[in-house]
């Protein structure tokens, strides 16, 4: 059974940051993922550097047929509660996840496939896990897991959410009402 990482935030250590209050989904157990595309930039050496911005890509959920994946979606990169405990636990623990038969990790924000990649280069994400931008949360709208943070200035975002999916599949879904 693949356990996900327990981010350790609670409400209380988010003070002064906006809070999501409670949380629901319309994506259940057992629902096929719809269709879509995601725009990133696959990690190379020369990423290292800084100053290389990477070419972009596209990955379709169609890549995910046949395979078990781990999609942890957050509010945005470099947010407090998503920054420190959220991407971590997934980055410490990868080769656990993929010993339990994982095949993907990916993690999902509204922003830009730049600031994705540069979240993950930041917390040393490398080639493991998959950061994948969708864009205005139109993917996360299909599944019912969309935000409107545009009356705090950031737009439409992806709620906080986690997703195991096995073959298109959702097997396991949760939804965090944590603070950003």
Request: some cysteine; hydrophobic content about 40%; aromatic content about 8%.
């Amino acid at each position: 059974m693949v356990r996900l990482p327990q981010a350790i935030s609670t409400p209380a250590q988010c003070a002064n940051v906006v809070c999501l209050g409670h949380i629901q989904a319309s994506a259940k157990v057992g629902d096929t993922v719809p269709e879509g595309t995601f725009n990133y930039i696959p990690w190379t050496p020369e990423l290292e550097d800084g100053r290389a911005c990477g070419v972009p890509n596209k990955l379709s959920t169609e890549a995910w047929k046949g395979k078990k994946v781990v999609l942890v979606s957050v509010p945005g990169a470099f947010t407090p509660t998503c920054h420190a405990n959220h991407l971590p636990p997934f980055v410490s623990r990868y080769a656990e996840l993929k010993a339990k038969g994982v095949d993907v990790v990916a993690f999902l924000a509204a922003n830009d496939q730049f600031v994705m990649s540069g979240w993950g280069r930041f917390s040393g994400v490398k080639d493991e896990i998959l950061m994948l931008s969708d864009t205005n949360a139109e993917w996360s709208a299909k599944l019912g897991l969309e935000l409107d943070l545009t009356s705090r200035g950031m737009g439409m975002r992806t709620k906080r959410y986690a997703l195991i999916l096995d073959d298109l599949k959702i097997t396991y879904v949760g939804v965090s009402d944590l603070c950003l």
